[in-house]
């Protein structure tokens, strides 16, 4: 199989197969994405998607049969069969997300074996990706279908540059939060370096979920997740716009057009084009129609609706009894205003061909687009691009994510019919002039960034964030990196290794209780081999109490540093800081008790010469808000320059200024010459010692960020297996 450099992926290829009379028959889809991905410059991709065709529908020799014939249009299928179709498509896809994402949280409906399904298809996909993408090439996912397959491909293909694209909206958390595999989700979308979103509202949703569920915050549209940063922003697609514009003066077109003005003379023509779906709102929009007639006489008998509803999901029961409340509307309606020469409403549930649309839109004087909630919606643009020179209204759904981009349509909330209806009175009353005004004004912006435009400028900052990941993990230690401090470690006869803890030696725990924190067995007896080894002197240099680090490593031969170098222990007795920190523990421990009563989930850890306020428990949002006001609060309070107010991982400490890691490291490798020395930590506090060793030592940051250190390993369990490594050798 050849590996490519760009993989696009999306549910559906845009080469459709069927079988026609025992045949296999291969068409090309007319659908908005792959017209944009065609225009890419780059050819050196694949697009890996399913053909459309059920796999227990093939046999062996038809499915190679597809792939043959698939890979001379640069397509490459997922074969599913067709319980994993009903289960992850029909089901998790459509029956569980796109409600829920829609606001339609009631309709939603949440089966183990939807999410069995959905979880086994994105592997599959997983699976066709792996298999033609170069190891460092560029992967772009599309949609909802397929949110769990970014982070498989980032522990399959760490190198790898991920994009993903939402193309539906991204609800905010109250309505996020009901899914019950949320987590799971967020975390299958961080695996990309690139998210993308229709508008930025969409965006902050997400964001505001990673942050009340996952605890991750961020800056400007960037997060930290997983020794990465994944970047968040917003691109509103377009459309081919030259291909409406050219499409007005084909014939087919031209003919089409005239047969609609010669059909409706007389009359003005609202049109409404939509998949049959209940977030399009169609039923209000029936009902803001009937108030129109209803309200302003004088229109009766002078304009029409004509309704075009393409069939969609027509085998599940909520879009079939969608499709009859529709239809016996349109029929109420129609009986009750309609005369021998009259219907008010045109209805038709079909698939039009595309001259067809088009000679629809131009002729339409209003175009009637309200969904209740729709993350683009591309019939508004369509519809705009195809009135060249020729008046037209467009009323616009305030729900749709197009409004941004068109405020000089009449915006309108789907919800109030009675809003709606004046709408439509307003736009049968507006002038040829401010008609043409506002569609000139539209049609400048759409011209401008177009369907192509927008899939060029997701690439060209994928490229980006993939090259900023690269630029961001220059330190990440290498293989080679790894193999020679092995070496220099073996080949040294005096070694001192000086080693923080939480976060380097042991994950982060919920509460800085000693009973939480304290080392297993295996670390214990890990520790105890470095330090018995006769060529090494091991230290721990930590911000915990020194009765904590003594209990946890009684029977260790281990120097230990407690409460950031405030206390040392060398040859088994204590030594502290001439410091006196006691005054100004009793003025700041009140502030700290304040915000402990006011927060639930924080807490306060008092040390001799520290005070720490944990806020690793409270609601993430919450979280953020109270620490930035607890320093600021501290900072007003404190009035010695000798004393500091520091941020850590998910602390808040007040601590003197002159205790720091960076002189305890000092002292130790003063009184410890030796010809190998090892550093490892994780937070600010550690950058100290980073900062005051020696050049030639091998100092090591555990996780990511910034730092002084000279590698970087991912997480404390890559650490510790450095260390259990190191632990074996003589």
């Given at each position: 199989m050849p590996r490519y450099n760009l993989v696009i992926v999306s549910n559906r290829l845009p080469i459709n197969v069927s079988r026609k009379n025992g045949k296999l028959i291969f068409e090309e889809s007319a659908g908005g994405l792959a017209r944009a991905m065609s225009s890419l410059e780059q050819q050196d991709r694949i697009w890996v998607g399913w053909p459309g065709i059920a796999a227990d529908d093939l046999t062996e020799e038809e499915k190679v049969e597809v792939e043959t014939e698939l890979a001379a249009f640069g397509c490459y299928p997922v074969h599913l069969a067709s319980e994993q179709v009903e289960q992850f498509y029909e089901g998790y896809s459509n029956d569980t997300l796109w409600p829920l994402f829609h606001y339609f949280q009631s309709l939603s409906h949440h089966?183990?074996?939807?999410?069995?399904?959905?979880?086994?298809?994105?592997?599959?996909?997983?699976?066709?990706?792996?298999?033609?993408?170069?190891?460092?090439?560029?992967?772009?996912?599309?949609?909802?279908?397929?949110?769990?397959?970014?982070?498989?491909?980032?522990?399959?293909?760490?190198?790898?540059?991920?994009?993903?694209?939402?193309?539906?909206?991204?609800?905010?958390?109250?309505?996020?939060?009901?899914?019950?595999?949320?987590?799971?989700?967020?975390?299958?979308?961080?695996?990309?370096?690139?998210?993308?979103?229709?508008?930025?509202?969409?965006?902050?949703?997400?964001?505001?979920?990673?942050?009340?569920?996952?605890?991750?915050?961020?800056?400007?549209?960037?997060?930290?997740?997983?020794?990465?940063?994944?970047?968040?922003?917003?691109?509103?697609?377009?459309?081919?716009?030259?291909?409406?514009?050219?499409?007005?003066?084909?014939?087919?077109?031209?003919?089409?057009?005239?047969?609609?003005?010669?059909?409706?003379?007389?009359?003005?023509?609202?049109?409404?084009?939509?998949?049959?779906?209940?977030?399009?709102?169609?039923?209000?929009?029936?009902?803001?129609?009937?108030?129109?007639?209803?309200?302003?006489?004088?229109?009766?008998?002078?304009?029409?609706?004509?309704?075009?509803?393409?069939?969609?999901?027509?085998e599940v029961e909520t879009y079939q009894n969608l499709r009859d409340q529709i239809e016996q509307t349109v029929s109420r309606i129609n009986g009750?205003?309609?005369?021998?020469?009259w219907a008010p409403i045109s209805y038709q549930f079909q698939n039009l061909p595309f001259e067809e649309v088009v000679a629809l839109y131009a002729a339409a004087d209003v175009a009637l687009v309200t969904p209740i909630r729709d993350g683009m919606n591309l019939v508004a643009k369509e519809y705009v691009a195809s009135k060249q020179n020729k008046p037209g209204v467009l009323i616009l759904s305030e729900m749709t994510g197009a409004i941004d981009e068109l405020p000089e349509a009449l915006s309108i909330n789907p919800s109030d019919a009675k809003s709606v209806a004046e709408a439509m009175h307003h736009a049968l009353r507006m002038s040829k002039r401010e008609q043409l005004r506002r569609l000139s004004v539209m049609q400048r912006r759409l011209k401008s960034y177009t369907v192509q435009a927008w899939a060029n400028d997701f690439l060209q900052d994928l490229e980006a964030a993939g090259g900023k990941r690269e630029q961001q993990h220059k330190k990440r230690m290498t293989a080679s990196e790894r193999q020679a401090l092995v070496d220099a470690y073996r080949s040294a006869s005096s070694r001192l290794i000086i080693l923080d803890y939480d976060g380097t030696l042991k994950d982060f725990v919920p509460s800085p209780?000693?009973?939480?924190?304290?080392?297993?067995?295996?670390?214990?007896?890990?520790?105890?081999?470095?330090?018995?080894?006769?060529?090494?002197?091991?230290?721990?240099?930590?911000?915990?109490?020194?009765?904590?680090?003594?209990?946890?490593?009684?029977?260790?031969?281990?120097?230990?540093?407690?409460?950031?170098g405030a206390w040392t222990r060398y040859d088994g007795k204590w030594t502290h800081t001439d410091n006196d920190f006691k005054h100004v523990k009793k003025q700041l421990k009140p502030i700290l008790a304040k915000y402990v009563s006011r927060t639930a989930g924080s807490e306060i850890e008092e040390k001799d010469y520290s005070l720490v306020w944990h806020y690793r428990n409270v609601v993430p949002e919450l979280a953020y808000v109270r620490a930035a006001e607890i320093k600021r609060e501290l900072v007003e309070v404190i009035s010695s320059d000798e004393i500091g107010v520091f941020s850590g991982d998910k602390v808040i400490e007040i601590k003197p200024n002159d205790i720091n890691k960076g002189y305890a490291a000092s002292e130790l490798e003063a009184v410890y010459q030796s010809e190998f020395i090892l550093c490892a930590g994780d937070d600010y506090t550690d950058e100290d010692m980073f900062r005051d060793l020696p050049a030639e030592a091998y100092t090591i940051k555990v996780g990511p960020g910034d730092t002084r250190a000279h590698a970087q390993l991912a997480s404390v369990t890559e650490m510790t297996t450095l260390l259990e490594e190191l632990s074996y050798l003589e």
């Open positions: 089966r183990d074996e939807y999410w069995a399904a959905y979880q086994e298809v994105n592997r599959l996909f997983a699976d066709a990706v792996e298999s033609c993408s170069e190891q460092s090439g560029s992967i772009w996912v599309h949609d909802y279908h397929l949110m769990m397959l970014p982070g498989i491909l980032r522990e399959r293909l760490a190198r790898a540059t991920i994009g993903f694209f939402l193309h539906i909206p991204f609800p905010s958390f109250e309505i996020y939060r009901l899914l019950p595999q949320r987590k799971e989700l967020l975390r299958g979308l961080l695996g990309a370096d690139l998210i993308g979103f229709h508008i930025y509202d969409y965006a902050r949703h997400f964001l505001s979920s990673c942050l009340r569920l996952l605890g991750l915050s961020s800056y400007q549209g960037l997060l930290e997740y997983d020794g990465r940063t994944v970047k968040t922003d917003a691109y509103p697609i377009g459309i081919d716009y030259d291909k409406f514009r050219n499409a007005l003066s084909e014939g087919s077109v031209k003919k089409s057009i005239s047969a609609l003005n010669e059909s409706h003379k007389g009359q003005k023509l609202i049109i409404s084009v939509d998949r049959l779906d209940y977030s399009k709102g169609i039923p209000e929009r029936l009902e803001a129609f009937r108030i129109l007639l209803a309200d302003y006489p004088q229109f009766r008998e002078k304009v029409r609706l004509v309704m075009v509803a393409v069939p969609s999901r027509t009750e205003y309609g005369t021998v020469d209780r000693a009973l939480m924190a304290q080392p297993s067995l295996k670390l214990r007896r890990m520790l105890k081999r470095l330090a018995t080894n006769d060529a090494n002197q091991l230290a721990i240099v930590s911000g915990r109490p020194r009765k904590a680090l003594e209990r946890w490593f009684r029977g260790i031969d281990v120097t230990l540093i407690a409460e950031h």
